[in-house]
Structures are given as structure tokens and as C-alpha cells.
């Protein structure tokens, strides 16, 4: 079972390039979700998307933008990479639900820009 | 508003010692409540969560954490620690949000286990 699959593990970006994260998952959640995670702060949600087609913003969307062509899909793109951005990124999923529905993470994408 | 707040940051114990890893919400609503722990460089995987049925609930590898309405408190427990409960553990606030499973995280406590 994969579960959350987030592609590349690692990668370390100039300032200015762009580049886009990949999340997939096989469990056929409707909700998925961008986190970034920073030292002292916990995990700040980026943008989510509650189903095909639908993206919202979150906490800290600026300068991030995402897509959900497909259910299983959800990607997270860096037009213009900056410092600020450096960060551990999640992806999660999740079946539609009320409070108190478990949320399924991927195992991290490590981004560093210089 | 809601937040959650997890009082420390770094928690030291021996091996064999018991585990108190402390958090405080705050919610307009009766929320529910998680404890998740991220194993370095790893994902981050449920241990417990609390969906306002028993206060005390049990979780996987022998933690358990009490809601306590009266304080505001849903601190993570285990009365003999091991070494692989080494990592950080973040405790985790969902209040009812109307559009999606919105999560608000604590700041996270970086458990360190002494031989």
C-alpha cells in the first residue's frame, strides 16, 4: 500500500527558477492538502482542494500555486523560488468528513533555495 | 479563534521512565483532538485521536492521552519510554470548519530518549 507519494525528496532551487511538486495518492480520497513545515511553527497549510477540478487557499498560499486535474493528483508549484521558501513540504489526504477525520501524509519533499 | 498550544519544545527522559508531553488548545467548539509523531525523515503517522466519545484515549505503541474539558488539555502520555520514541510529536486541533478537515498544529515537541 503507497498510500501519499510525494516526488522529488530533495531538491535545492536558485532564486527565480520554478518548479512544481507532485503528490499522489491511491486511496481515493476527495481532500488533499500542501503543508509546508518550518522549525518552531508546526505545520502551516498551503492550499488544499476538497475535490477534481477545486483548489482554495489556506493559511500561507502566496507565492504557491496548485492543481487537482486529477483526484488522485495534487501539485504544487513554485513560479519564482525565494529564500523565504526554503521548507519541508506535506502532502496529505483524506476521505470527506466532519471533525475528527484522520488525515494521511507523504513523507516530505526537503526544499532548499539559494 | 483556535489554537493549540504545546508548552515545551525539547522533553528529555531515560528509557524505562514515563513520558508527559503537554498541550493546550483552544476551540470555540467541542473539537477533536489528535497526536501525531513525524520519525525523522519520515512522514507524519497518527497515534491517537479524540473524537469526544471516551476522554481517555489509547493509541498505537502503548501512548494514551486524557482530554480534559475543564483545562483545556489533551497532554500525551506512556509510562515507560523506549528508544524508538525518539522523534517529534505534534498535537493537533480540528475544529469544525464547514469546508474541509481543517487542522491547526502545535508548534511540535522533540522527544529525546536517553539510554
Known amino acids: 500500500n503507497a498510500g501519499v507519494t510525494q516526488t522529488p525528496k530533495f531538491r535545492v532551487l536558485k532564486t527565480g527558477q520554478s518548479m512544481t511538486l507532485l503528490c499522489a495518492q491511491d486511496m481515493n480520497h476527495e481532500y488533499m492538502y500542501w503543508y509546508r513545515q518550518d522549525p518552531g511553527m508546526g505545520l502551516r497549510l498551503i492550499h488544499y482542494?476538497?475535490?477534481?477540478?477545486?483548489?482554495a487557499k489556506g493559511e500561507v498560499p502566496d507565492g504557491y500555486n496548485v492543481s487537482r486535474l486529477k483526484k488522485q493528483n495534487f501539485l504544487l508549484g513554485l513560479e519564482s523560488a525565494a529564500p523565504s521558501q526554503t521548507s519541508v513540504y506535506f502532502c496529505a489526504s483524506s476521505i470527506p468528513g466532519g471533525v475528527g477525520t484522520e488525515a494521511f501524509f507523504g513523507q516530505g519533499t526537503r526544499l532548499t533555495v539559494v | 479563534a483556535q489554537s493549540v498550544t504545546q508548552l515545551d519544545s525539547h522533553v528529555s527522559v531515560s528509557e524505562g521512565t514515563p513520558v508527559l508531553l503537554r498541550c493546550n488548545y483552544s476551540?470555540?467548539?467541542?473539537?477533536?483532538l489528535f497526536w501525531y509523531v513525524q520519525h525523522p525523515n519520515k512522514g507524519l503517522q497518527l497515534l491517537l485521536k479524540?473524537?469526544?466519545?471516551?476522554?481517555l484515549v489509547k493509541g498505537i505503541n502503548g501512548f494514551e492521552a486524557e482530554f480534559k474539558k475543564s483545562e483545556t488539555s489533551f497532554h500525551l502520555t506512556k509510562p515507560s519510554a523506549h528508544m524508538s520514541d525518539a522523534a517529534e510529536y505534534f498535537c493537533?486541533?480540528?475544529?469544525?470548519?464547514?469546508?474541509?478537515?481543517?487542522?491547526?498544529f502545535g508548534a511540535g515537541t522533540r522527544l529525546a530518549v536517553h539510554p
Open positions: 479524540y473524537t469526544s466519545a471516551a476522554t
Open positions: 476551540s470555540s467548539y467541542s473539537p477533536s
Open positions: 493537533v486541533v480540528s475544529p469544525f470548519s464547514g469546508g474541509y478537515n481543517k487542522l491547526i
Open positions: 482542494s476538497v475535490g477534481e477540478g477545486t483548489t
